[in-house]
Structures are given as C-alpha cells and as structure tokens.
C-alpha cells in the first residue's frame, strides 16, 4: 500500500513527530485520504509495524529450519535481520523506532506474535530468562537493535567486511542476550 510505504519514508526521515500531511504528500494522496484507512496517527503506526514485521519476518520462515539448536537459529535470525536491515535501511531505521516507542499497542504485538509462533518460539528458547521476564524484555530488545544497529552502520562503512562484523556483532548479541 503507498500509503505504508511513504510512512516508512517520512517516518525515516522525520521520526514519528511526521506529520500526516507529509505521508499523504509522499503517497501521493490526500491528507483526508489517510484518515480513510487509518482512523488516527496511532492506527497506522500499528499498521506499518505489522507490515513490516510481516515483510521481515515472512522472508526469513521460509528458510529457517526449525531443527537447528538454538545458536544455529540465533545465528540465522540474527544474520537474516542484519541482512534485511541493510537491503531496508528506512524500514528498518522506521521499525525501530516504532519498536522502541510506546505507540505500538499490544493486540498489534500479538498479531505479530500469533502469525510466527515457531519464530517467537526459537527467540525464546535462545533468550535469557532475565530477558524474558516483563520488567527486562523491552531492555533486551534495545540491546539487540543496538547491537544489531552497529553491526549495520559498520557494514554500511565497510561492506568488504560484512561479513566479519555480522560474525562479531553475532558473538556480542549472543554472549549478552543468550542462553549458554
């Protein structure tokens, strides 16, 4: 949808402070035309964070084999996001912030949740249990974007090196976030 689209590219660009009236210029629309589709500001954010965890993580479940152990599918999930990230940087740079703000209601989490159970499952055994725990998760999942945010910038600056920095930045994410 254009209008999904160009929210990436304000949200991208501007932050979430993008107004309306920027998206609809971007999609070609009109501002009113926004409010057809998404009733407020907040209902589309929530929309674009389940199309683009569904565009992440569906180009990922098609390849991941499930009887890996947990630091083989770590590894792969890990590389998987890296690798999106650096093919998507304005819907990865816009799913972060749409991930780390308050704006992203539960029921769109659990969407997310309920259509790759088998991903969430695979997260979790491999997560420490601190990070699992309510008063952690959202600490852990910023540890994880950072991490895997300096691995992208470096890939970026380096792109010769990819694969070096996927590695290490692996290693980091693995050694603070997982379990042994």
């Known amino acids: 949808m254009a209008i999904l ?21 971007k999609a070609g629309v009109a501002e009113g035309t926004l409010f057809r589709y998404f009733p407020n500001k907040d209902a589309l954010y929530n929309a674009l964070f389940i199309h683009l965890k569904q565009s992440f993580c569906q180009s990922m479940i098609d390849r991941l084999d499930s009887k890996n152990d947990h630091k083989a599918n770590a590894r792969f999930i890990w590389n998987s996001f890296i690798e999106w990230g650096l093919a998507h940087p304005q819907a990865n740079l816009t799913m972060r912030k749409l991930e780390v703000s308050n704006r992203i209601s539960d029921e769109s ?32 999942d910023e540890l994880f974007f950072a991490l895997a945010q300096t691995t992208m910038d470096f890939a970026t600056r380096e792109p010769n090196r990819a694969e070096e920095y996927k590695a290490a930045g692996f290693d980091a994410m693995w050694r603070a976030l997982c379990v042994a």
């Open 5 to 25: 689209e160009a929210a990436i590219e304000a949200i991208a660009e501007a932050g979430l402070g993008a107004s309306t009236a920027l998206i609809a210029r």
């Open 109 to 140: 989490e659990k969407v997310v949740t309920d259509l790759y159970p088998e991903l969430n499952e695979i997260c979790e055994q491999a997560i420490s249990p601190v990070f699992r725990s309510p008063e952690f998760h959202s600490f852990g």
